[in-house]
């Protein structure tokens, strides 16, 4: 039972977090009035320290970047479960699990709370569900995703010199 669990469920979670980011996306680039709402909302509260605009059109986080990132999130998530291809798969999942605790952390601890669209809590549901499945995920493809974030490393940062082949400052 474990086996197909273990087998099935990668798939089942990643096409759910995929079918709720592109279903969020008709609202986030058509300019909704929920959208609108929320966002306005988020910039409202990010302006009562100095942040206004941080989350308007053309702010940081706005409707339009975080709807890129559901966007990037869901096709690394559905092309990464090709067999080959599954360092997109982590990723995909790491861009899943970042925009999510962003999104909880917004309906939890700022004046946007649980249910900003009276629609019964649904849309902070779905935000949790998705961040419970990509931990899941992200735990699932740890050992990938740690051989992803070496080879950035590598290709990053440079490789340190033996003590052997450095010459001596006073040389």
Request: a positive charge; proline letters at 4%; hydrophobic letters at 50%.
């Amino acid at each position: 039972m474990l086996d197909k669990i273990k087998r099935y469920a990668p798939g089942v979670f990643s096409v759910f977090a995929s079918a709720v980011f592109l279903d969020s996306l008709r609202y986030k680039f058509t300019d909704h009035p929920n959208t609108q709402e929320i966002f306005g909302r988020l910039d409202g509260w990010a302006g009562s320290f100095g942040a206004g605009g941080l989350f308007g059109h053309t702010g940081l986080f706005s409707q339009y970047v975080i709807g890129t990132a559901e966007l990037a999130a869901s096709s690394l998530l559905i092309i990464g479960l090709v067999p080959r291809l599954v360092r997109l798969h982590a990723l995909g999942a790491l861009i899943a699990f970042a925009v999510m605790s962003g999104a909880v952390s917004f309906h939890l601890f700022t004046p946007l709370g649980i249910d900003p669209n009276n629609d019964g809590g649904g849309l902070f549901a779905a935000a949790a569900t998705i961040w419970v499945t990509s931990l899941g995920l992200l735990i699932y493809r740890r050992d990938v995703l740690i051989s992803l974030l070496k080879d950035l490393s590598a290709a990053f940062v440079p490789a340190a010199q033996g003590a052997a082949t450095m010459r001596p400052a006073h040389a």
